[in-house]
T-cell receptor, first 114, second 115 residues
Framework: QQQVKQSPQSLIVQKGGISIINCAYE??????FPWYQQFPGKGPALLIA?????SEKKEGRFTISFNKSAKQFSLHIMDSQPGDSATYFC?????????????FGKGTSLLVTP | NAGVTQTPKFRILKIGQSMTLQCAQD?????MYWYRQDPGMGLKLIYY???????DKGEVPNGYNVSRSTTEDFPLRLELAAPSQTSVYFC??????????????FGEGSRLTVL
């Protein structure tokens, strides 16, 4: 059962455009929502994260928008660059047996064309 | 700091063979994790550990075993390899977890093929 649903699966954006990736969740106990960026042949790395007490967080060209009532959050990449081409994963804290771990969406492969 | 180091980077196994994927971190993190990544399926948690001597199952633990004898090391053992275990395996560590989870630091992955 996928606890975090991510869309689209792939995305092609022209240089300078806005990339938008959406995620939705059901578990209202989630209280931490990070985004990870993964380049080919590398492990994921934290890009930006948000907690549900704020509706938006911006770091440079990257913005997370969070809608608690709709249980949705999204990543916006402004002025997208070819170097942003990567796979992006949204995630949320999940309760796993007696502990916690990040539960990832299936990922979005972003290609920014020159 | 080397961060999270995984070995080997690539391995081909025959069905029924066994092997251990090694993971070491030098950040003194208490929490360590093993994920597997399959195309279009995201990252699925196999096992995790909250400290030396303590391990627990994640979402997809069948066919795998782990141990955590030290803070630094968290090896993943595959017994009786099957084609379904063909995947890229990522080890990760973090300083804390739960609602105060900090950043997860990932290794570069181990690509395993079972033929």
């Amino acid at each position: 059962q996928q606890q975090v649903k991510q869309s689209p699966q792939s995305l092609i954006v022209q240089k300078g455009g806005i990339s938008i990736i959406n995620c939705a969740y059901e578990n209202t106990a989630f209280d931490y929502f990070p985004w990870y960026q993964q380049f080919p042949g590398k492990g994921p790395a934290l890009l930006i994260a948000i907690r549900p007490d704020v509706s938006e967080k911006k770091e440079g060209r990257f913005t997370i928008s969070f809608n608690k009532s709709a249980k949705q959050f999204s990543l916006h990449i402004m002025d997208s660059q070819p170097g942003d081409s990567a796979t992006y994963f949204c995630a949320a804290i999940a309760i796993v047996n007696s502990g916690y771990a990040l539960n990832f969406g299936k990922g979005t492969s972003l290609l920014v064309t020159p | 700091n080397a961060g999270v180091t995984q070995t080997p980077k690539f391995r081909i196994l025959k069905i029924g063979q066994s092997m251990t994927l090694q993971c070491a971190q030098d950040m003194n993190h208490n929490y360590m994790y093993w994920y597997r990544q399959d195309p279009g399926m995201g990252l699925k948690l196999i096992y995790y550990s909250v400290g030396a001597g303590i391990t627990d199952k994640g979402e997809v633990p069948n066919g795998y075993n782990v141990s955590r004898s030290t803070t630094e090391d968290f090896p993943l053992r595959l017994e009786l390899a099957a084609p379904s275990q063909t995947s890229v395996y990522f080890c990760a560590s973090s300083y804390s977890q739960g609602s105060n989870t900090g950043e997860l630091f990932f290794g570069e992955g181990s690509r395993l093929t079972v033929l």
